[in-house]
């Protein structure tokens, strides 16, 4: 009897001795799952233990919608918007303003643009849009103004010349 | 006569048959290889009302456009434009009570689609050459707004319905060009001067 409570006491304090030690070992494994190695664990947009969840519906809105453009779902499902203006795109917008005048002037050169707007509710909306420029897409604009009325207004978009 | 008023009934049906059928698909394929040319000049003096000036060069256009109630399976858009659409827009201008609004655009391949259920939207626009837009004006003396727009685009396609698949590609292989050089004195109202040129673009709203 004495030599059973013995070895069942042994047991227990076997027990308790490889929690207490396990617990280190847990502390020192987290640091390393959260480095880099982990991403390429999961693999590409997958977190980890994601087999096993049911699929969470969140790329829905409050208003329900959910907008997939070239495949990728948008985490802003009421509007998109991809503007390109970069290869041989040129911008020039030259204005002169006077301070009594009321001047709007603007000058775009977009290469691809992409436009999406959802105002509904619970919709699944799909786009696939595949825009290839290779041309030079210039726009030029000048201005020159002056007694006019009203309140200054300038508005230049990137790349442009700034109103002097 | 008995025969004759069979006949008719058989007639009757199908027309209203025919008229409750929905359209099922719709094709649009457009290819233009020739050069699209626009040119206005204008002096204009001494105007009691509003002055609107425009010139516009368009190779491929294609608009459709049906009720909130209507359905349509399919919708293929197709249009290829291979040549030069150029315009060219003088303006003088001077003394005009109102508004003055001039415009150039110069526009390879344009679709505006406006429906209600459309399962599938298929559109292809491919464009060669260059459109090139170019406005000078001189505008003076006007008690309204003036408003001055020089636009060139390539490929351009608006969507306005509720759709359950779309499917754009557009290339634009030429060179797109806008200037507007424009000149404004004594305007009593606002001024807007707008020089835009776009390789590619696609606008979807709706739902």
């Known amino acids: 009897m004495n030599r059973s409570r013995s070895i069942l006491k042994s047991a227990v304090l076997a027990l308790a001795g490889s929690a207490v030690l396990a617990t280190p070992v847990l502390a020192q494994s987290a640091p390393a799952r959260g480095g880099s190695l982990a991403t390429y664990e999961a693999g590409y947009a997958n977190g980890r233990q994601m087999e096993g969840r049911t699929y969470g519906s969140s790329s829905r809105e409050r208003t329900g919608n959910r907008l997939i453009v070239n495949g990728i779902i948008q985490s802003d499902s009421s509007s998109y918007f991809e503007s390109d203006g970069n290869t041989g795109d040129q911008a020039v917008s030259g204005a002169d303003y006077f301070s009594t005048g009321a001047i709007n002037s603007s000058s775009t050169a977009i290469g691809n643009l992409l436009t999406v707007s959802v105002a509904g509710s619970w919709n699944t909306v799909i786009v696939n849009s595949n825009q290839t420029n290779t041309g030079t897409v210039t726009a030029n604009g000048s201005v020159t103004a002056n007694s006019t009325r009203g309140t200054t207004t300038a508005v230049a978009p990137n790349g442009t010349t700034p109103p002097r | ?207």
Request: hydrophobic share 45%; glycine share 8%.
């Open chain 2, 1 to 207: 006569m008995k025969t004759t008023a069979s006949v008719l009934a058989i007639a009757l049906c199908l027309a209203a048959s025919a008229g409750a059928a929905q359209a099922q698909s719709l094709d649009n394929s457009q290819r233009n290889n020739a050069n699209i040319r626009a040119q206005l000049n204008a002096t204009i003096e001494h105007v009691g009302n509003d002055v609107a000036l425009t010139s516009a060069a368009i190779a491929n256009s294609f608009s459709a456009t049906g009720g909130t109630g209507s359905s349509l399976a399919t919708l293929n858009n197709y249009q290829n434009f291979w040549g030069d659409a150029r315009s060219d827009l003088s303006a003088s201008i001077s003394n005009v009570t109102d508004d003055v609004s001039v415009t150039s655009a110069a526009i390879a391949n344009s679709a505006s689609i406006k429906s209600g259920w459309v399962g599938t939207i298929n559109n292809t626009q491919l464009a060669a050459y260059d459109p090139t837009s170019t406005l000078n004006a001189t505008i003076q003396h006007v008690g309204g707004d003036v408003a001055a727009t020089s636009a060139a685009l390539s490929n351009s396609a608006s969507v306005d319905a509720d759709f359950g698949r779309l499917a754009s590609n557009q290339i634009n292989q030429a060179g797109v060009y806008a200037t507007a050089n424009t000149t404004v004195r004594n305007v009593g109202g606002s001024v807007t001067a707008t020089a835009a040129a776009i390789g590619n673009s696609l606008s979807v709203t709706g739902f």
